[in-house]
């Protein structure tokens, strides 16, 4: 059987277990849990792999599961991911109050696609073909949300950085791997059905704590420090500042308070804020960031207030390898016709796929499907072929493209890629973003 014939088969097979894979993302999104928690997610995801007859280790990362499909011949491996948790949207008409979660960003979608793919390599004469192994990936945590509570999972010990895929290179997880992808679902329909993309931003995570003095708030207000005008004015300084971010850095920050105060009759004295600092490069990002915490300083400061700030780790800039996108978009025309497939440039949101494409060749293109805003409370899914099973299909034409032959085009991407940073390289540079400094300015 040729690679034409192979293609076919492989699309055939997803086509017809797609209503599996479909259910499978639609039951995910029934049950949307947060990251480092997706615990039922995980379990759905372990019984799908069971009934594909893949072994599987799970609990990686928390909740990671990591299918593997063994070629015929020895040869690189590459890896498909998708992606487990949701986002704490409440407004959100699909948000289950039991996990404090919803999937308004598609990564329940993904999950689908991780299960369709793998129906489609395990077709008749595929794995026959391939020189190498298949890694199918369902990852934690990519959102970078609930920053306290994660900061007390690392606290205990349970975690050293906030973002899954970063916490699964330290693990060692990804040492196995030498190629990448992913597609991230989208409602941006105009830029085709399937769609690659060039770079986008990185950033840090930041947890602040203005620390003041309690007291009366109408008796004895003089008596206090009010740490919540401390926030206030440190929030004004980030504005101040925005003129002073070139453009072509992208910079963008948009903190949120999370705790303003404890009663309404006394002088809020421990208030907390979270934000992210995002830029295009890891020196914009250190350049927004130190005026970020010349902001909280100053606010600080003008109260007599103390202040601690928390800075993490978050996602590195996104890099994709070009090669491994050009093979992607050959096969996403097969899939959706060469008019239907789109190409952006830099994106200023983030992913911790960014992580990955520092270290080996990745790439994360999108796919249609969607319809309201990502992040936001009116996104859903509205075509879950779209959506599912073709990103599916794109990827599983694209693994059979590099693995077969004797695997002589994934030889030929990893030798011509060349990663930013070793694995500890890339560790060095996280953990040299993480610290705690505190300041009294009383």
């Known amino acids: 059987m040729d690679r034409d014939q192979l293609k076919r088969q492989i699309l055939e097979t997803i086509d017809r277990e797609g209503e599996r894979a479909i259910a499978l993302a639609q039951a995910i999104g029934r049950e949307a849990e947060l990251g480092y928690q997706e615990v039922r997610t995980a379990q759905k995801v372990q019984a799908a792999f069971t009934a594909l007859q893949l072994p599987f280790r799970a609990g990686l990362a928390l909740t990671g599961v990591k299918a593997v499909l063994e070629g015929a011949q020895p040869g690189p491996t590459v890896a498909l991911l998708g992606e487990l948790d949701g986002l704490p949207i409440r407004e959100h008409p699909d948000f289950c109050p039991e996990t404090g979660a919803v999937h308004a ?37 990519e959102e970078s949300v609930e920053v306290e509570w994660r900061l007390s999972q690392k606290a205990a010990g349970r975690i050293e950085f906030l973002g899954g895929k970063a916490e699964l290179i330290r693990l060692g997880e990804f040492d196995d ?14 830029d085709g059905l399937l769609v690659t993309s060039e770079t986008s931003n990185g950033h840090v995570i930041k947890f602040v704590r203005f620390l003041g003095r309690s007291a009366h708030a109408a008796g004895s207000p003089h008596r206090g420090i009010n740490a919540l ?8 300084a980030i504005d101040a500042q925005r003129e002073t971010f070139r453009e072509e850095d992208t910079v963008r920050i948009h903190p949120i308070l999370t705790r303003g105060g404890d009663v309404v009759n006394a002088v809020p004295a421990d208030v907390r804020l979270e934000s992210f600092v995002r830029g ?56 959706v016709g060469p008019e239907q497939v789109g190409h952006r440039g830099h994106i200023a949101a983030g992913t911790d796929m960014g992580d990955l494409s520092q270290i080996l060749p990745a790439i ?30 794109a990827l599983a034409l694209t693994v059979l493209d590099l693995l077969s032959d004797g695997a002589a085009k994934a030889q030929e991407v990893i030798a011509r890629d060349r990663p930013p940073l070793t694995k500890a390289e890339y560790l060095a540079v996280l953990r040299r973003m993480d610290s705690i400094q505190r300041y009294t300015e009383g």
């Open 280 to 335: 295009k490069t890891v020196a914009a990002i250190d350049d927004a960031n130190q005026k970020f915490d010349r902001a909280m300083r100053a606010g600080a400061l003008a109260l007599g207030a103390s202040v601690e700030i928390t800075t993490l780790p978050g996602y590195l800039p996104l890099r994709q390898n070009p090669d491994l996108a050009a093979l992607f978009r050959e096969n996403a025309a097969l899939v």
């Open 229 to 236: 005008k401390a926030a206030m004015l440190a929030l004004a």
């Open 177 to 190: 791997i030498h190629l990448a992808m992913m597609v991230h679902t989208s409602p941006r329909g105009e």
């Open 105 to 141: 960003c598609g990564h329940h979608c993904q999950i689908g696609s991780l299960i369709a793919a793998a129906s489609g390599l395990l077709a008749p004469g595929v794995r026959e073909q391939l020189a190498g192994r298949v890694v199918f990936f369902a990852v934690p945590a």
């Open 364 to 393: 994360h293109p999108s796919a249609a499907g969607a319809s309201g805003t990502s992040h936001g409370a009116d996104y859903q899914i509205v075509d879950w072929e779209q959506a599912v099973l073709n990103p599916a299909k």
